[in-house]
């Protein structure tokens, strides 16, 4: 059940990445741990999938009309979203003993990660942190496209097997109200008596759908996927962002209150340890308090469960992220962090199994004509059809 056999692969590559091109290549890019330290065991169970899909995608390719097939890795860039290395390695999937930076020197081609991107014009990236802000934005200059798949582990497989057209089409439902909308009125409730309201400025920003499916050149993003998400305006014009409010954010059994405003986290409020931990990674790097994104997941509807990784949880339900916002068509990028390991986008997902203190009791969205819509009440959304 949860592994991929020939007739899911053969189901999957065509519809993630419709055929376009007259000659495909696919590279299936793994970052590799740079000493046991850093390692996890669901880090080593994602590098040996990874080589097996590999194994699994050469034996297919003819089949998927895939002209090569190759495993790329590089070495851990520490962080979720910041910049790839310069170089990666061409690695046999046959004999790899990927444990450490140090083996991909003996056992792989040191290659430019240019020289990948122009060879490559389909990815699968399997790895410890995330790649969908880098690969975004190289994909613009490459015009290659990616499937981002940050912390996959076996149980995500059956997000892979669901219908993409129903999702594609209630996320494209969900992009269309967002591109209209100049506002997000957002409500909730901690521990059921405590109400928060954020705001969140939608101005200069079009929507964004993760619909599963990268049918156009230059793309990239999740998979699994299903949402759809925005970047609230962050006041790169001249007027100043209107996003303000308070945040409520429940880690373990701690809710930690951000205070909002123009778009930055500017202040934490609570008397806990992530407290006092929030304030000072805000003090540290000012950047991580910007209001990167507001998504809205779907897969819940479809009978997905979460899983604790939150490549799967953030497709479930309504979201927001901190951080970097480049990627997405904002304008804070890696540049605004102190170093590439301090470069970070992190969702922070409003449902009841991760968050059960807090309650989204509503999103309301406001059109510049003067009306609004309820689209979500209660953690569920209310959208018909």
């Known amino acids: 059940m949860h592994r991929l056999y020939k007739k899911d692969w053969l189901q999957l590559i065509p519809s993630v990445f419709p055929p376009i091109e007259a000659q495909q290549a696919l590279a299936v890019l793994l970052d590799v741990p740079r000493d046991s330290q850093e390692d996890n065991p669901d880090w080593q169970a994602r590098r040996r999938l990874a080589v097996d899909w590999t194994k699994a995608l050469k034996r297919l390719a003819a089949e998927l009309h895939l002209a090569e097939v190759q495993l790329v890795c590089y ?3 520490g962080s979720n979203n910041a910049d790839l290395p310069p170089n990666g390695f061409y690695v046999n999937p046959d004999s790899p003993n990927l444990t450490k930076t140090a083996d991909l020197d003996r056992q792989g081609v040191l290659v430019p990660f240019s020289s990948v991107f122009s060879r490559f014009n389909l990815f699968l990236a399997p790895t410890e942190y995330s790649t ?12 290659f496209r990616a499937a981002t798949m940050p912390g996959f582990c076996l149980a995500m497989i059956p997000a892979l097997r669901i219908d993409y057209g129903l999702v594609n089409s209630r996320v494209m439902a969900l992009k269309t109200r967002l591109d209209r909308a100049d506002h997000a009125a957002v409500g909730f409730c901690v521990d059921g008596r405590e109400n928060c309201q954020m705001i969140f400025d ?3 920003r079009t929507a964004h759908a ?3 499916r990268f049918p156009e050149r230059g793309t990239a993003g999740n998979l699994p996927s299903g949402e759809a998400y925005i970047v609230p305006y962050e006041g790169e014009a001249k007027e100043c962002s209107a996003t303000q409010g308070i945040l409520p954010v429940q880690f373990e059994n701690e ?4 205070q909002i405003d123009k778009n930055r986290a500017r202040s934490v409020n609570g008397e806990g340890a992530m407290a006092q931990q929030e304030r000072e990674h805000l003090r540290n790097e000012p950047a991580y308090g ?3 994104e507001l998504g809205f997941g779907v897969l819940s509807e479809f009978g997905i469960e979460p899983i604790g990784e939150i490549l799967l949880d953030e497709k479930l339900g309504f979201h927001v992220a901190f951080g970097r916002s480049d990627h997405f068509g904002g304008f804070v990028g890696a540049a605004q962090f102190s170093s590439a390991k301090a470069v970070v986008h992190i969702d922070r997902i409003y449902i009841p199994a991760i968050q059960p203190r807090i309650e989204l009791k509503s999103v309301e969205l406001h059109y510049p004509d003067g009306k609004l819509e309820r689209i979500m009440q209660s953690s569920d959304y209310t959208l018909g059809g």
Not at 132 to 143: N, V
Not at 255 to 258: E, H, T
């Open 255 to 258: 809710i930690v209150y951000y």
């Open 132 to 143: 969908t802000a880098p690969l975004k934005i190289a994909a613009r200059t490459y015009h």
């Open 210 to 212: 993760s619909g599963g």
């Open 202 to 204: 939608l101005r200069n």
């Open 290 to 292: 910007n209001m990167a």
């Open 75 to 77: 070495p851990s860039v």
